[in-house]
């Protein structure tokens, strides 16, 4: 059980070529457990990993004795292999040249699309190699015009709201990164999503680079296409995102009429908000930051730059993974917070973890104080191409499913406040701790 870090699973043959990564929570192994043979493919860490080891004869002697243990046991597994065979068997049926007679069914507009994008990717690169290998002016706007129209398409087509049933929505999806993933793979910004060098989508690095908004990618190509990824609006949404919480803090350290404000910033990333913060303040004992994040290269990251601002006495960074924390299998020492806030991480988690947090979260809090948890909301136009396309998956929420695991916490209560970014795709709910 992978509890930290990030493993890479590569096959014996065919060179060593990586076939997945696997992430915190994730297992490997369970194949060669239950059938009692030797690996087909081996696992190397691609960074510092902590792993939990359960040795056979431990294991076997737990199923054992303990047949409620032995049942959820063999039904997570049968559960995982199902999911992984579905997500192969969908693969291979994408990779099906199209039967005739699909163009005018169901695929039928999807496959339009697709085809004209690929059509206009072909005469953009041929005017680029006609411009010194520069796309030019006009082109390059007609191009991120068609690529948003394309995203919405999809998003109509395959979204929450869409008609078709989940497997077509699958198969389609998976027919569609087909045809996508040679160009996705010209880029920096996306294909970073994509692949999850670090286990998911927004790793800290992933964030920091879409908050510098810079295109980058290989080829004629590659940087228009990362521009268009860019420009999607989840992408700037997580961009506007920044300058929320950050007008956030700055209402917390106002509210202390002088004194310092204490906030804590859970799963902090690049902490970029906070770096603003600071940078505005005329002083910076106005304000204590905790940062907490299970990620140590991100802490890393955001302590380079804490130390050569001369702050770290205002920004302590603790190495904790907020699952137990919220699940009280490791303690930190907060308390008397005035914020506390995280914008990237409860859309990963169900409800039922994100009430264990919420509750432990007003453990934390002083009296008044105030948590404030960003979500992306079920509105996102861009919910299907991250879905099907980047599997960058997402919990999304409402504002009223926000109100029902506030009223599910210790909080006991609807949110006080939800606020919103300019695009109106990532929500922030607030509450105040009575």
């Known amino acids: 059980v992978v509890l930290e870090g990030l493993l890479g699973v590569f096959a014996k043959d065919s060179g060593g070529r990586r076939l997945a990564l696997v992430g915190p929570g994730e297992i490997v192994g369970e194949m060669s457990f239950l059938e009692r043979r030797a690996p087909t493919e081996s696992v190397k860490a691609i960074e510092t990993t902590m792993v939990l080891v359960l040795p056979r004869p431990t294991l076997e002697a737990k199923l054992a004795g303990d047949v409620g243990f032995s049942s959820r046991f063999h039904i997570g597994l049968a559960k995982l292999l199902s999911q992984r065979l579905r997500a192969a068997n969908a693969h291979l049926r994408a990779q099906t040249p199209i039967a005739i007679g699909e163009?005018?069914?169901?695929?039928?507009?999807?496959?339009?699309?697709?085809?004209?994008?690929?059509?206009?990717?072909?005469?953009?690169?041929?005017?680029?190699?006609?411009?010194?290998?520069?796309?030019?002016?006009e082109l390059s706007e007609t191009v991120r015009a068609q690529f948003q129209k394309m995203a919405v398409m999809l998003n109509d087509g395959l979204g929450d709201c869409a008609t078709l049933n989940e497997r077509t929505k699958e198969e389609f999806g998976i027919r569609i990164q087909h045809e996508l993933l040679p160009y996705l793979h010209l880029t920096e910004n996306a294909d970073r999503w994509y692949s999850k060098p670090r286990g998911y989508a927004g790793d800290f690095l992933s964030i920091d680079f879409i908050y510098q908004n810079r295109a980058g990618g290989s080829g004629r190509l590659g940087p228009l296409l990362d521009r268009c990824f860019l420009d999607l609006p989840a992408a700037v949404a997580v961009r506007n995102r920044r300058g929320v919480l950050g007008r956030e803090i700055g209402e917390a350290i106002a509210a202390k009429g002088g004194a310092p404000?204490?906030?804590?910033?859970?799963?902090?990333?690049?902490?970029?908000?906070?770096?603003?913060?600071?940078?505005?303040?005329?002083?910076?004992?106005?304000?204590?930051?905790?940062?907490?994040?299970?990620?140590?290269?991100?802490?890393?990251?955001?302590?380079?730059?804490?130390?050569?601002?001369r702050l770290s006495r205002r920004m302590i960074t603790h190495n904790e993974n907020v699952i137990f924390l919220a699940l009280g299998r490791k303690q930190l020492e907060l308390t008397n917070q005035d914020l506390v806030y995280s914008i990237g991480l409860i859309d990963y988690f169900g409800d039922d973890m994100v009430v264990r947090l919420l509750s432990w979260i007003?453990?934390?809090?002083?009296?008044?104080?105030?948590?404030?948890?960003?979500?992306?909301?079920?509105?996102?136009?861009?919910?299907a191409l991250m879905d099907h396309v980047l599997e960058w998956k997402l919990i999304h929420r409402t504002e009223e499913d926000m109100d029902r695991l506030y009223t599910r916490s210790l909080f006991g209560r609807p949110s006080t406040a939800i606020r919103w970014e300019e695009q109106r795709i990532n929500l922030f709910a607030e509450c105040v701790k009575r």
Request: aromatic share 6%; net charge neutral; glycine share 10%.
């Open 103 to 137: 163009e005018s069914g169901p695929w039928a507009p999807f496959g339009r699309v697709i085809r004209q994008f690929k059509g206009l990717m072909k005469q953009v690169d041929a005017a680029a190699l006609k411009n010194d290998g520069k796309v030019p002016a």
């Open 261 to 309: 404000a204490q906030v804590t910033s859970l799963a902090s990333g690049p902490a970029q908000e906070l770096f603003d913060v600071f940078a505005g303040l005329p002083d910076p004992m106005q304000l204590k930051v905790h940062l907490v994040d299970m990620d140590l290269q991100a802490l890393a990251f955001v302590a380079d730059k804490r130390d050569k601002l």
């Open 362 to 383: 007003h453990g934390i809090l002083a009296p008044g104080g105030r948590v404030i948890l960003g979500n992306f909301h079920p509105d996102n136009p861009t919910k």
